[in-house]
């Protein structure tokens, strides 16, 4: 069964406290990214990668960081999450242009 | 710049009524059109697609046609379930370019009452 997996479906943490979203996708697509989603402003994308050691910034990519050092993973990590990085945060993968699918999303509360 | 315009909800409907969501476009190159939806509590899942000028993506009831002369790509189901009640999103993925980066509408919410 195709599937994107995201881990921790929930998270509460505190400022400053390091901290990892994993992605994970059995399709094989080379193209991956994140995005938040934050009540009146709709989805942003946060970073992407068009394949294994190539990523780029996207949107809204101040205080993330990524990396693609396998095909199927595309970990979102948080060095020093601040409160405006709450927020509710989906992976997504895809053929590119023709079809992307979402995982499940990660709540995240930082306090 | 790419975005999307889709009708303000929240829209409320009696089961089995017609639904249309509006939903516009201003994009450079020949975009590729997409619906999502988003059930309460969960992810946002493909629900159809289209990806040149005069396709028409249909799943599940759902259909919608890429109008390139009013930029517009419109939802409609014939008779709306109780179980089809979600945030609905429009999006794009412009033409040309590296990043297939989705450009989304604010969604609308429907509510199916029985």
């Known amino acids: 069964e195709a599937q994107v997996t995201q881990n921790p479906r929930y998270l509460i943490t505190v400022t400053g406290k390091k901290l990892t979203v994993t992605c994970s996708q059995n399709m094989n697509h080379e193209y991956m990214s994140w995005y938040r989603q934050d009540p009146g402003l709709g989805l942003r994308q946060i970073y992407y990668s068009m394949n294994v050691e190539v990523t780029d910034k996207g949107d809204v990519p101040e205080g993330y960081k990524v990396s693609r050092k396998e095909k199927r993973n595309f970990p979102l990590i948080l060095e020093s999450p601040s409160p405006n990085q709450t927020s509710l945060y989906f992976c997504?993968?895809?053929?590119?242009?023709?079809?992307?699918?979402f995982g499940p999303g990660t709540r995240l509360t930082v306090t | 710049g790419n975005s999307v315009t889709q009708m303000e909800g929240p829209v409320t409907l009696s089961e089995e009524a017609f639904l249309t969501i509006n939903c516009t476009y201003t994009a450079t190159g020949y975009p590729s059109l997409f619906w999502y939806v988003q059930y309460p509590g969960e992810g946002l899942q493909l629900l159809l697609k289209?990806?040149?000028?005069?396709d028409k993506g249909s799943n599940k009831g759902f259909e919608a046609t890429y109008r390139k002369e009013t930029t517009s790509f419109h939802l409609e189901k014939g008779s709306v379930q109780v179980s089809d009640s979600a945030v609905y999103f429009c999006?794009?993925?412009?033409?040309?370019?590296?990043?297939?980066?989705?450009?989304f509408g604010k969604g609308t919410l429907l509510t199916v009452n029985p």
């Open positions: 999006a794009l993925i412009r033409g040309g370019g590296s990043n297939y980066k989705l450009t």
């Open positions: 997504a993968t895809g053929t590119g242009r023709y079809e992307q699918y």
């Open positions: 289209a990806t040149k000028a005069d």
